[in-house]
């Protein structure tokens, strides 16, 4: 008979462990996110997908703070994290690591994700912008490439979080 598994059946790693597991080669930038839920949410993903790390920049709040943790559930203690004022700042630091810069941002030079090539070789990061003005035009210049996931329906976006759980799915496929 099928039942729901329980928490102790689902064989999770305790957070020490996550810490020295093997990542997926992907860094998540928040550039001004506002809301505290879509940070939250966003680091509950990077966990579930061993993402490297989260970089907030510019506006977005910063763990610890009650509303961030409600949504991600302790993932701020397990997933890598770091802040930086200056978003430019951030893609040069990237850039110098070696990541390709990929922004989420619908733009004249973006491709659909489904026609993106994620190249398991490579290292990414990828930008997340404000939930209303998207990624900062100052940092459009910088960045390498444009991805936007395909919409079929009469909204123009979606929530920065979700946006934020189908990028990182889709480069966690790949790049693992």
Same mark, same amino acid.
């Given at each position: 008979?099928?039942?729901?598994?329980?928490?102790?059946?689902?064989?999770?790693?305790?957070?020490?462990?996550?810490?020295?597991?093997?990542?997926?080669?992907?860094?998540? !930038?928040?550039?001004?996110?506002? /809301?505290?839920? %879509? =940070?939250?949410?966003?680091?509950?993903? *990077?966990?579930? +997908?061993? $993402?490297?790390?989260?970089?907030?920049?510019?506006?977005?709040?910063?763990?610890?703070?009650?509303?961030?943790?409600?949504?991600?559930?302790?993932?701020?203690?397990? !997933?890598?994290?770091?802040?930086? /004022?200056?978003? %430019? =700042?951030?893609?040069?630091?990237?850039? *110098?690591?070696? +990541?390709? $810069?990929?922004?989420?941002?619908?733009?004249?030079?973006?491709?659909?994700?489904?026609?993106?090539?994620?190249?398991?070789?490579?290292?990414?990061?990828?930008?997340?912008?404000?939930?209303?003005?998207?990624?900062?035009?100052?940092?459009?210049?910088?960045?390498?490439?444009?991805?936007?996931?395909?919409?079929?329906?009469?909204?123009?976006?979606?929530?920065?979080?979700?946006?934020?759980?189908?990028?990182?799915?889709?480069?966690?496929?790949?790049?693992?």
């Amino acid at each position: 008979m099928v039942h729901k598994l329980k928490l102790e059946e689902l064989n999770r790693l305790d957070v020490e462990t996550f810490k020295s597991v093997e990542k997926i080669p992907l860094v998540v !930038v928040l550039d001004n996110i506002r /809301s505290m839920h %879509n =940070v939250g949410a966003t680091f509950r993903t *990077a966990d579930a +997908f061993l $993402i490297k790390k989260i970089i907030l920049c510019g506006i977005t709040p910063q763990p610890p703070h009650r509303e961030i943790h409600k949504a991600a559930l302790g993932a701020t203690e397990s !997933v890598e994290w770091s802040y930086e /004022s200056d978003i %430019n =700042v951030t893609i040069s630091d990237l850039k *110098a690591q070696g +990541f390709e $810069i990929v922004g989420i941002e619908q733009t004249t030079g973006s491709r659909m994700i489904t026609d993106f090539t994620i190249d398991p070789s490579k290292k990414y990061a990828v930008i997340l912008g404000n939930e209303v003005e998207g990624i900062s035009d100052e940092a459009l210049p910088n960045i390498d490439s444009f991805v936007e996931i395909p919409q079929l329906g009469t909204k123009h976006s979606l929530n920065v979080s979700v946006c934020g759980g189908i990028v990182m799915w889709e480069f966690a496929k790949a790049l693992k």
